[in-house]
C-alpha cells in the first residue's frame, strides 16, 4: 500500500508545486559580417541554456506554489470570459474546462445506462432455461473479456466512413452518413462502447444477487398483488441495492478516467478527457520538452473529482452498513 | 367468505408426483390443517390454491369461481410464509400496508386498516421499526397483519410457526386461533407438526406420498385413524404398532400373546394401542411381556419401552412408577383401546 500508492501519490502532489527549467543565461553576443572597409558588427542579447562539464543543460527546479494549477485551470483566460459574458465558451475554448465537461457527462450518461442494461441482462438470464444459461452468460459476459482498445477499434472500424454498418446504414437510409465528423456522434459512439464493455461487469454482480433474492417474500409479493415491474421494484432493487452502490462506486472511478475511447475513437480533434489531458502534458511538445508539473497538477485534480463524486456514495453505503 | 373445493387435483413434475388425484370440499370459515410428513405434497396443494403453482390435472373452486386459470392477486387469498416473507426494506406500517397500496385501495382508509390490523396482531408499538429490528414471533405478526389488512375470503399458512422457539410457538398458535375465530375467514394451514394440527383445526387432513390419507376433526384422527401411516404419525408419542399373526383367537408375536380379540381378523394383522391407554405392571401377567428397553421420566409421567424385533413399543406409566432398564415388565392392553389394522396395507380394521 505505503510503496506502491502513498509515496507515487505523495511525489505527483509535490511535483505540482514545482517547475523544473533549464537555467538560462543572458549573453552578448556581437556578430560581424565582413565589409569594406570595416566588418559591420551587431551586439544583440541572447539566452543560452548553461551547460555543465559534460556538456549537458543546468536545470533547477522551483517552487511556484498554484501557479502551475492557476496556469492548468487558466484562471485569468475563465475570468476574462465570464467577464465578457461567454461563460459557455469556457467549455469549449479552454482544454481542461473542455475535458471536465465531457468526462463529467459521460460518466453520469454511462452510470444509469449501465446499471439498467446491466440489471436487464440479469434478469433476463436468471429467466432462461437452465440448458441455456452457460451459452447466454458467456455471450454477456464477452465484451467485458475482450482488451479495451481492440473493442474500441473493432466498433471503431465498423462505423468509419468505409465501415461495414456505416455501408449498411447509408444502404438503408440513401444518405451519406460519417459518424466521426461530428462531436456529438461520436459521443454517442463512445457511450454506447463504455456501456457494451462494462454493463457485463453489472450484470455478473446482479446475476450473483439475483441467486440470494428471498423467494417467500417474492411470493408474498405475488399474492399481494403486485405486478412483475412492482416486484422488481419492492423487491428485488431493494435487495441488489448494496451491489448496486457497489458498481456505481466502481463505474464512476472507473469512468471518471476515461481514455481508451478518446484513443480508440481518435476523437481528440472533438472530444477529449481529463485522463487524456494528463496523458497530453506528459507526451514531448515540440522542443522535447514534458510538462510534468502540469500532468501532476491535473492528475491531482482528477483526484479530487473523483473523491467529490464518490463522497456521497461511499456517505449512503457507511449508513446502510451501519443500520443493516 | 367461501367454500373450497379441489377436484381430482394432480401436480406431477415429469415423472415426479407430487399431488395425486386429490379431492377436498372445505366447508366456509373453516379452518383446515394440511398435516404430513415432508414431501407428501401438502404445501405444493396449498400453493396450487394459491395460484403459485399450476394443477397438472384437475379444478380447483374458491367460492363458485374455478380459478385454475386465474392469477394469485385475483384469487382474493393471503398467504404467510415459514420465513415471514417480509420486505425488509420497509417499515412494519409499510409492510402491513403494501397489499393496499400495492391493490391501489383508497388510500384514505390505509391507516385505519393498517392500525385495525396491527391491533389485532398487538404489534401497535412496533409499526415504525423495520423488519430486521423484531424479534421472529413479531416478524410472523407483521406477516399475519399483512395477510388481514385486506380482509381477503381465504388465509394460507404455510408452516407459519416452523421458525418459532418452542414457547413462542406455542403463543403465537394460540394467537393464530383466536384471530381465526374472530375473522370468520376460512383457512388452510400447513404443518408436518401433529401437535399443532391437533389444537388447531376444525377437520385435519392427513398426507402421505401426495396422497390423502384421512380427513377427519382432531378427534377423530386421534380415535380412530384410517390405517397405520396416519396411526403412527398422530398422537405424542404416536401409537405403538406390533406386527403379528391370528391363532386360535389369539394374537401371537415375539413376547406377545393377546387373548379376547375380536372374530374376523385376517391371519396377518398389526394391533395398534396408545401409550397412555395400557397399563404397566412388574407381575409378569400382561399381553406383552419383555425386558424394559429405556425409561424416560416426563415430570408428568413416565414412557417405558420394550422392544420387540424392531419395533419399540412404549408407555406412560405414573410418574411414581419406577423400573430398572433390563428387569422383565407386562403390559396389558385394555381390549376397548386396541386398534387392528390389515398388516398387508394397513387399512384400520372395523367391526
Redesign the interface.
Known amino acids: 500500500m505505503f510503496l506502491f500508492i502513498a509515496i507515487p501519490l505523495v511525489t505527483v502532489f509535490v511535483q505540482s508545486f514545482y517547475v523544473t527549467q533549464t537555467v538560462y543565461n543572458t549573453v552578448s553576443v556581437e556578430t560581424c559580417t565582413p565589409s569594406f572597409p570595416t566588418s559591420i558588427c551587431t551586439t544583440s542579447e541572447k539566452s543560452v541554456p548553461v551547460m555543465d562539464k559534460d556538456n549537458n543543460p543546468v536545470t533547477k527546479t522551483v517552487y511556484v506554489g498554484l501557479d502551475t494549477y492557476k496556469s492548468v485551470l487558466e484562471t485569468g483566460k475563465v475570468a476574462k470570459l465570464i467577464s465578457s459574458g461567454h461563460f459557455f465558451d469556457i467549455f469549449s475554448n479552454i482544454d481542461f474546462y473542455k475535458a471536465l465537461s465531457f468526462t463529467l457527462l459521460f460518466t453520469l450518461i454511462t452510470l444509469p445506462l449501465v446499471l439498467g442494461v446491466g440489471l436487464l441482462i440479469a434478469l433476463a438470464v436468471n429467466n432462461v432455461s437452465k440448458r441455456m444459461k452457460g451459452p447466454v452468460i458467456f455471450v454477456s459476459l464477452l465484451p467485458f473479456i475482450i482488451t479495451p482498445i481492440i473493442g474500441a477499434l473493432s466498433i471503431k472500424w465498423l462505423f468509419v466512413s468505409n465501415g461495414l454498418l456505416t455501408r449498411v446504414l447509408e444502404k438503408i437510409t440513401g444518405h451519406e452518413i460519417s459518424v466521426f465528423a461530428n462531436s456529438w456522434s461520436i459521443e454517442l459512439l463512445m457511450v454506447f462502447y463504455r456501456v457494451w464493455h462494462v454493463a457485463p461487469f453489472a450484470f455478473v454482480l446482479f446475476y450473483a444477487g439475483l441467486q440470494s433474492v428471498n423467494k417467500d417474500t417474492l411470493e408474498s409479493a405475488i399474492i399481494d398483488g403486485a405486478s412483475r415491474f412492482e416486484r422488481i421494484r419492492y423487491v428485488v432493487i431493494p435487495h441488489l441495492m448494496p451491489l448496486i452502490y457497489f458498481v456505481t462506486l466502481i463505474h464512476l472511478m472507473d469512468t471518471y478516467r476515461v481514455f481508451e475511447e478518446i484513443i480508440g475513437f481518435a476523437s481528440q480533434a472533438h472530444v477529449i478527457s481529463l485522463q487524456w489531458l494528463t496523458y497530453n502534458f506528459l507526451e514531448p511538445d515540440d522542443t522535447g520538452n514534458r510538462a510534468i508539473s502540469s500532468a501532476s497538477a491535473s492528475s491531482m485534480l482528477t483526484m479530487v473529482g473523483i473523491i467529490i463524486l464518490l463522497a456521497p456514495v461511499l456517505k449512503r453505503t457507511l449508513r446502510d452498513q451501519k443500520k443493516g | 367468505m367461501a367454500k373450497i373445493q379441489l377436484k381430482n387435483i394432480c401436480k406431477r413434475w415429469g415423472s415426479t408426483v407430487g399431488v395425486r388425484d386429490f379431492n377436498l370440499d372445505i366447508e366456509d370459515k373453516e379452518f383446515i390443517v394440511f398435516l404430513g410428513p415432508s414431501g407428501c405434497g401438502k404445501t405444493t396443494t396449498m400453493r396450487m390454491i ?1 395460484g ?1 403453482e399450476d394443477p397438472t390435472e384437475g379444478e380447483i373452486f374458491i367460492g363458485d369461481r374455478c380459478v385454475n386459470g386465474l ?3 385475483d384469487r382474493d ?3 404467510v ?10 417499515t412494519v406500517y409499510e409492510n402491513i400496508r ?2 393496499l397500496k ?2 391501489k385501495v383508497d388510500s384514505a382508509t390505509h391507516d385505519k386498516r393498517v392500525h385495525k390490523a396491527s391491533d389485532m396482531v398487538e404489534l401497535g408499538n412496533l409499526l415504525e421499526r423495520y423488519p ?1 429490528e423484531l424479534s421472529g414471533g413479531q416478524r410472523q405478526r407483521v ?1 399475519l397483519a ?1 395477510a388481514i389488512v385486506r380482509e381477503p375470503n381465504v388465509f394460507l399458512m404455510d408452516e407459519p410457526l416452523s421458525n418459532l422457539d418452542a414457547k413462542l410457538r406455542v403463543s403465537t398458535r394460540a394467537q393464530i386461533k383466536h384471530l381465526q375465530h374472530t375473522l370468520q375467514t376460512t383457512t388452510i394451514y400447513v404443518t408436518h407438526d401433529q401437535i399443532e394440527a391437533m389444537t388447531l383445526a376444525d377437520r385435519v387432513v392427513v398426507m402421505s406420498m401426495g396422497e390423502l390419507q384421512q380427513l377427519g376433526t382432531p378427534t377423530e384422527i386421534y380415535d380412530k385413524p384410517a390405517n397405520t401411516f396416519v396411526a403412527s404419525f398422530i398422537g405424542s408419542p404416536a401409537m405403538n404398532l406390533l406386527d403379528g399373526e391370528i391363532s386360535d383367537g389369539k394374537f401371537i408375536a415375539d413376547h406377545t400373546l393377546v387373548k379376547d380379540i375380536p372374530s374376523g381378523l385376517p391371519n396377518a394383522v398389526t394391533i395398534g394401542f396408545r401409550a397412555e391407554d395400557i397399563q404397566v405392571t412388574t407381575e409378569l401377567e400382561g399381553d406383552i411381556t419383555a425386558p424394559v428397553y429405556s425409561v424416560e421420566l416426563l415430570g408428568d409421567s413416565t414412557l417405558i419401552s420394550i422392544k420387540i424385533g424392531d419395533a419399540l413399543l412404549i408407555a406412560k406409566a405414573d410418574k411414581a412408577f419406577r423400573v430398572n432398564i433390563g428387569q422383565t415388565v407386562s403390559f396389558i392392553i385394555p381390549p376397548e383401546s386396541r386398534h387392528w389394522f390389515n398388516k398387508e396395507d394397513g387399512a384400520r380394521i372395523d367391526f
Open positions: 394459491a403459485l392469477d394469485p392477486k387469498i393471503a398467504m410464509f415459514q420465513s415471514y416473507g417480509l420486505y425488509p426494506n420497509l403494501f397489499p400495492i391493490r430486521r406477516a399483512r
